[in-house]
């Protein structure tokens, strides 16, 4: 399967590290924030391979300000990137259109693999941070509830 949007993150990489470097002199070192994801089912240790909480409210409505507090800032406000980071709008738009249902499912399913991954692992590559690693910063309910939030923001034109 071809990853159109990975590439678009490479391609991205280069002004990334400028930005990131400018911001975190402008704005010191920004601590996350915590999320609290208290009324969602408890997900315990054993990290998933497909969003959980797909179309669940109120995972929308904790992903959308766990978003807006921690990833908005490069990934740009309601995940309209201003060019800076990708947009995670388009993150798995391509599986919406495919007619096999077996494929539909695979194709998510990988996606919300990157997704997870990126997040747990952030993008570190020759020691240059591009995005910093949420792994035990956040726990795994409120990295699915922004998969859920950035699922009511997909753009599928
Ligand atoms: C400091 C800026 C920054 C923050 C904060 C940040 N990101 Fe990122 N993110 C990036 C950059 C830059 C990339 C592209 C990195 C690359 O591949 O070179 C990226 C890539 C990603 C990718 C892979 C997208 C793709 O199309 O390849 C995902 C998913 C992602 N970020 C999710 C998040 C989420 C969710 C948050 C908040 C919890 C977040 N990011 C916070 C800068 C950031």
């Known amino acids: 399967m071809k990853h159109p949007i990975r590439t678009l993150g490479c391609a991205l990489a280069l002004s990334a590290a400028a930005f990131t470097s400018t911001f975190a ?72 259109g495919l007619k096999n249902a077996a494929k539909k499912t695979a194709c998510f399913k990988e996606m919300d693999n990157y997704y997870l991954t990126s997040v747990r692992q952030g993008k570190v590559r020759n020691g240059a941070v591009y995005m910093p690693p949420f792994e035990g910063v956040f726990n795994q309910e409120a990295m699915w509830a922004i998969k859920t939030y950035l699922e009511t923001r997909r753009e599928t034109n």
Do not use: F
Request: aromatic share 4%; charged share 20%.
């Open 25 to 96: 002199q402008a704005h010191g070192n920004v601590t996350p924030q915590g999320v609290d994801t208290r009324g969602l089912p408890v997900l315990g240790d054993k990290w998933r391979d497909e969003n959980p909480y797909r179309g669940n409210a109120m995972a929308q409505k904790i992903g959308a300000s766990a978003y807006n507090q921690n990833c908005a800032r490069c990934h740009g406000l309601e995940a309209v990137s201003g060019g800076i980071a990708p947009d995670l709008r388009q993150m798995d738009r391509d599986c919406v």
